[in-house]
């Protein structure tokens, strides 16, 4: 009864994962790393992180795949730029947060959730039609690593840091963010993953850990994000901007909160 339990536990973060990457950007690793040390009494955060990269990337090339057709395909050339300086910052970033406390490591992950629920709720995105969009080759690839950085020490894949700044920037409208940013997913998480693999591992004793990751949460937890993509994908089409911003803001800060609280008292 147990294993079906911790089964269905993986299939339901499973399901909120596709939604939030396919209609947020957000690769869902703020749903993930959070869930897999709560429902999961072996798992560090850093083990946790690892494992949410690894299931991230399966995640946004999956979303990717399904997305980048039509109106919503985003130019291969800033893909490429991004991608370029997130991976160097990825892996940099899980190679140095792989060696510090599990303290600091949650601090860091509360600190990203706060910045972008803070910036939900007060900061409109920036409106950004296909006419307008700019190519900033430079400048990309300084957003691509800073993305790097917040998806390889936090294990969010990056997306809540890169859809501001490319949108700030204009190198993307806002109909083709989200699919920009699951394409940037890829080689970001990746890299991090890659970083987490090579790290000593931490979850000692627990099956299917390699270096600071688990294998064997991604089959279930990939199963449930691509069953509730089309959700994700829907909602993506019908959210106002407005809306979005306050489910991603209320989400955010809910989880921070929960997170802190242990630390705190």
């Not at 396919?22 to 790393?33: K, Q, R, Y």
């Amino acid at each position: 009864m147990e294993v079906l339990l911790i089964a269905a536990q993986k299939f339901l973060v499973g399901t909120g994962v596709g939604v939030m990457s396919a209609a947020l950007g957000v690769g869902g690793g703020v749903l993930m790393v959070p869930a897999f040390m709560w429902f999961l009494a072996d798992m560090d955060i850093n083990t946790a992180k690892g494992s949410s990269l690894f299931v991230i990337t399966m995640v946004a090339a999956f979303n990717t795949w399904r997305m980048h057709r039509g109106d919503m395909r985003s130019p291969r050339d800033i893909i490429v730029l991004l991608s370029v300086g997130s991976v160097i910052g990825s892996f940099l970033a899980s190679l140095a947060t792989s060696r510090m406390p599990d303290t600091v490591v949650t601090w860091i992950f509360i600190g990203l959730l706060v910045f972008a629920g803070m910036r939900s709720f007060l900061l409109a995105p920036r409106v950004v039609p296909e006419g307008e969009v700019r190519k900033r080759r430079s400048l990309s690839i300084l957003v691509g690593f800073v993305t790097g950085i917040a998806a390889g020490s936090t294990g969010t894949g990056g997306g809540a840091i890169l859809v501001p700044f490319a949108l700030w920037m204009g190198i993307v409208s806002n109909e083709r963010v989200v699919a920009l940013s699951n394409a940037v997913m890829i080689s970001t998480c990746a890299a991090g993953t890659l970083g987490h693999f090579l790290s000593e591992p931490t979850a000692v004793g627990m099956t299917w850990t390699y270096g600071m990751v688990n294998v064997s949460l991604a089959p279930l937890v990939f199963l449930g994000a691509v069953a509730a993509a089309p959700v994700g994908r829907a909602l993506n089409r019908r959210l106002s901007l407005k809306r979005r911003r306050l489910v991603m803001g209320f989400m955010l800060v809910s989880i921070a909160v929960k997170l802190a609280y242990p630390l705190l008292t």
